[in-house]
């Protein structure tokens, strides 16, 4: 069954880091488009961040605007799994953060993944 899994989700202060893990089965994520992405209460779902297929190298990156200068996305090949590293959280940030993935490529495109995590809820508040 292919499945993907998030976690790192929790109460955070404003200015405070988290670190958010995607993790699969049934499926290799190291060939694969994966992305982030969130919803917050009464918002609509917004990309955070996505990585294209490894190709040698951890792939090419993509980042919201307002998160390129303290998000990274990254991937752990040998785990199987893909992080967001969040930085300098502002309570802005609070939602619920969703990996993606999809067998056709889509980061770079307006084209949304078909594959997606049950999401894990990350809160910014003091």
């Known amino acids: 069954q292919v499945q993907l899994v998030e976690s790192g989700g929790t109460l955070v202060q404003p200015g405070g880091s988290l670190r958010l893990s995607c993790s699969a089965s049934?499926?290799?994520?190291?060939?694969?488009?994966v992305g982030w992405f969130r919803q917050a209460p009464g918002k609509e779902r917004e990309r955070v961040s996505c990585?294209?297929?490894?190709?040698?190298?951890?792939?090419?990156?993509y980042y919201a605007d307002s998160m390129k200068d303290r998000f990274t996305i990254s991937r752990d090949n040998a785990k199987n799994t893909v992080y967001l590293q969040m930085n300098s959280l502002k309570p802005e940030d609070t939602a619920v953060y969703y990996c993606?993935?999809?067998?056709?490529?889509?980061?770079?495109?307006?084209?949304?993944?078909?594959?997606w995590g049950q999401g894990t809820q990350v809160t910014v508040s003091s």
């Open positions: 990585i294209s297929s490894w190709d040698g190298t951890d792939g090419t990156t």
């Open positions: 049934g499926i290799s994520l190291k060939i694969l488009h």
């Open positions: 993606a993935t999809d067998t056709e490529s889509w980061c770079g495109t307006p084209i949304n993944p078909g594959l």
